[in-house]
């Protein structure tokens, strides 16, 4: 080969490479990492987008020079002589895939054994969907219930995920990544955060019409203030609509770790969800159901489609009673048949 035909062909690779590094880098296709797992996912893209790179500059120069150097004339249409047999070139395109390949293979291997390794003592969260609302507990802080996940920075991270009614799906995308939730399964993911900061919860699978609604945060927090957090306050599941809490406030915890507030809008919850009927206006519904308040309330809790306001779907969990022991309906009850009142008054 001639050595202006191997300076052209370099040339148009370094045009080409330049050109991919543009599109790779320029826009910000993925957000910033904040947990170790994701930094090290992040390595795996820009190592498999730089061969990427490398193979685009080989092939776009030497497509470049053949269409340059070798056009026909427009009346031409024989064939070019036939290759055969190039052991040289064969063994080279097998050998230089083979290779990239293999380091792709080794290196996601690596990264994935990683950032499985949870060490010896993680933070354990119990993660919990349901139609449509987020819920975390912190089994070693007495069951602590937060409708955000409150996390310390630095510290390995257990994520154990439990869906109530459908399938749904735990993303963070500064976390890079994702988690199904199957009802019946329980997954975990590990993290560990090391940017402090709030980002952003998504549920990514379709779970039903308040999919789009289905978003919590999570907060990275310096390990001193997530303790001080984590050890402050109410304890548990069980502890929430019990003791302890100035009254009114049990129904209204409840209503948000139960995800009322994620479909309806309730000004004492501050809540605007859509989805259902505005609970503002529980008093006329009922006076629509001919029902008494609170005997209405009660029972669009434990049978939502026994009465369902005109205009809204009946899509709320049929077994969303179910989900609420004796006391926290209860206290449910109380809090939406008092906030009606008020509303009213
Ligand atoms: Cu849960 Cu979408």
């Known amino acids: ?47 498999v987008t730089g061969i990427c790179i490398f193979i685009f500059a080989i092939v776009a120069s030497v497509t470049a020079y053949s269409v340059l150097k070798f056009r026909r ?31 792709i293979a080794i290196v996601s291997a690596i990264v994935l054994a990683k950032d499985d390794a949870a060490g010896a003592n993680p933070l354990r969260v119990e993660v919990v969907a349901q139609q449509f609302a987020w819920s975390f507990y912190y089994p070693s802080y007495g069951n602590k219930y937060s409708p955000v996940l409150r996390l310390p920075n630095k510290r390995s991270v257990v994520l154990r995920m439990t869906a109530k009614d459908v399938l749904h799906s735990f993303w963070v995308p500064e976390f890079s990544q994702k988690q199904d939730l199957v009802p019946g399964l329980h997954p975990t993911l590990h993290v560990t955060p090391d940017r402090i900061g709030t980002y952003a919860v998504v549920c990514t699978e379709l779970c039903g019409l308040g999919h789009a609604l289905m978003r919590s945060q999570a907060v990275v ?91 809204y779907p009946n899509v709320m969990p049929k077994d969303f009673g179910r989900r609420l022991s004796k006391s926290q309906l209860t206290f449910l009850v109380q809090f939406l048949v008092a906030s009606a009142k008020k509303g009213t008054s």
């Open 73 to 103: 004339k427009p009346d031409d249409d024989s064939d070019g002589p036939p290759i055969h047999g190039h052991t040289g070139l064969e063994i080279a395109w097998t050998a230089v895939p083979t290779v990239l390949v293999t380091a």
């Open 221 to 311: 927090m310096a390990p001193a203030a997530f303790e001080k957090w984590a050890r402050a306050g109410k304890r548990g599941q069980a502890g929430a609509g019990q003791a302890g809490q100035p009254k009114g406030q049990e129904g209204l915890t409840l209503f948000n770790q139960f995800g009322c507030n994620s479909c309806h809008t309730l000004s004492a919850a501050s809540s605007s969800g859509t989805i259902g009927p505005d609970l503002d206006k529980l008093a006329t519904f009922a006076t629509n159901a001919h029902r008494p308040l609170s005997a209405f309330v009660h029972q669009s809790i434990v049978q939502p489609g026994a009465y369902v306001e005109k205009g």
């Open 1 to 47: 080969m001639r050595r202006g035909s191997l300076v052209q062909l370099i040339l148009f690779a370094i045009v080409a490479a330049g050109a991919g590094l543009a599109l790779a880098l320029a826009p910000n296709w993925l957000p910033e990492p904040a947990t170790r797992e994701a930094g090290r996912i992040h390595f795996v893209f820009w190592f």
